[in-house]
């Protein structure tokens, strides 16, 4: 059974730099119990051809070699290559955490969560070379303020990572590994994280937890975030809270 102290690493949302997440990593180390080292997994940019296995391959760069017992930290889009690190290295992977993420299953793409509607249409139109620019920060509700903050943080994603499924070997590492938890941010009904949340009420083998704030959690509430992962830690290592 782990018992930790675990290395965490953190997979940004879609279009994501790792900048967007220092404030998280800074509020993590107010919690060293169960804490042996934080990284962020930094996303290929300017790439059209980087497809969920070299984003998956830029989380197992981000865990360090002598990290024996990880945890992934995957925010939206981030579970997709969260999950397939994780099925690469199952024996070192002691928990999963989505913070208002998809939950795929086996085949199933980001596009396939808005199958029937204008956006994976419009998505496809849009993309330039193969690329996704980022776009407005606006659409996840943050303040005018927050909003325009945040641009510097953003950068081109390839549109294949968006078109490839989950492969097999990823949704079993989900089945597989013993600690899970999933922080919900709220948003509509329809919204593919709030759905992957109302599927997990009454689940004993997950810790399911409304956080109140939008999308961009990391950004608007870090604290709040770094408290809640360090909750999820300490039930990892077989403590309380």
């Not at 989505?98 to 086996?106: Q, R, Y």
């Not at 689940?203 to 959690?217: C, K, P, S, Y």
Request: proline content about 7%.
């Amino acid at each position: 059974m782990a018992r930790g102290p675990f290395h965490l690493t953190i997979c940004p949302g879609a279009w994501s730099a790792p900048s967007q997440w220092l404030a998280v990593q800074d509020s993590l180390l107010r919690y060293p119990t169960h804490l042996s080292g934080v990284t962020c997994a930094d996303w290929p940019t300017d790439d059209a051809s980087a497809g969920l296995e070299a984003h998956a391959e830029a989380v197992l760069s981000a865990v360090p070699d002598e990290a024996e017992q990880v945890i992934l930290l995957a925010h939206s889009f981030g579970a997709y290559p969260a999950l397939e690190a994780a099925a690469q290295v199952s024996d070192r992977v002691k928990g999963l955490a989505f913070l208002d993420a998809f939950l795929p299953s086996e085949g199933q793409s980001v596009l396939d969560h808005s199958a029937g509607r204008r956006g994976a249409d419009q998505m496809r139109a849009d993309a330039l070379n193969g690329l996704l620019l980022p776009p407005d920060p606006g659409i996840w509700n943050l303040d005018p303020a927050g909003a325009e903050a945040l641009k510097p943080h953003l950068r081109p994603q390839a549109l294949l990572s968006f078109e490839q499924g989950l492969s097999a070997a990823a949704s079993q590492a989900l089945d597989q590994v013993s600690h899970k938890a999933f922080l919900n941010a709220g948003g509509h009904e329809n919204s593919p994280f709030r759905q992957a949340f109302d599927q997990l009420e009454g689940r004993a083998d997950w810790f399911a937890l409304q956080i109140d704030g939008g999308h961009m959690l990391n950004v608007e509430r870090p604290a709040a975030v770094a408290y809640w992962v360090a909750q999820f830690l300490s039930m990892a290592a077989g403590k309380g809270f």
